[in-house]
């Protein structure tokens, strides 16, 4: 049986991580972009803390009731236990074994996999961002990354707090050959949000599209330089909103 894409983009992006941290740590401790007051180290710490809580709650059948830590002696090695208990918790059982999630509408290894594969590929990405080294998402990945957004972290209700004045956004993701990979429709509106395939003479607002790993990038607040995206029109809206669901 093949391996499933996502089970193959966590095994590599978490010895991507592990490679590009030892080679960065070697030289010092610099800061990560994209999250204010981190370094490379504070990363580590947060990847492995993840990795770890998840491999325990997976093999446990509950959430742990505290987060591992760096001990005293080498992160890196550290980094790496964590990364290999979760492997081994999620990697070896049919992703449709059932498992404890906090997730109401998915209680399954599978589950694991997907927020463990998409955690790591946007930690992964903050880190060569940090570094200047060039990164990519593959589109298969970049694809259920960003349904993940709209399904998981919106869920199709707004952040606490937060509320949707309407306006429609138009996500719209190519691949390599400019095919669509991806054409959604989000509207916040009141305290919900809600999200469907995007046909012709829909309104909209604003649109943004581009590559899907550019598109991605703008879903997950990783934008850059490099992975830009067209936008027509304000989408600064589902932004925020985006930003506030992924706290």
Known sequence: MDKHPLLTSLESDSAVFHSVAATALGKGDAPVLCCAGWTVSSLVQHLGSIH???????????????????????????????????????????????????????????????????????????????????????????????????????GGRMPTGLTGSGRATRLTAYGPEDEVLVDQLVRPYGDLVHFCPYEQGMAVDATVSGPADALWAWCWGRSDADHPVEIIGDASELRAILAAAEQ
Not at 73 to 88: E, F, M, T
């Open 52 to 154: 770890s809580l998840v491999a325990e709650w997976v093999t446990t059948g509950r959430r742990p009731d505290t987060w591992d830590s760096v001990p005293s002696g080498d992160s890196l090695d550290w980094l790496a236990r964590c990364s290999a208990r979760l492997l081994d918790a999620v990697a070896t059982v049919d992703p449709l074994t059932p498992c404890s999630t906090w997730s109401p509408y998915d209680q399954s290894i599978g589950f694991w996999v997907r927020r463990m594969a998409h955690e790591t590929a946007v930690h992964r990405v903050d880190l060569q961002q940090s570094l200047g080294i060039d990164w990519e998402v593959p589109p298969i990945v970049a694809v259920d990354g960003i349904d993940e957004v709209l399904t998981l972290w919106l």
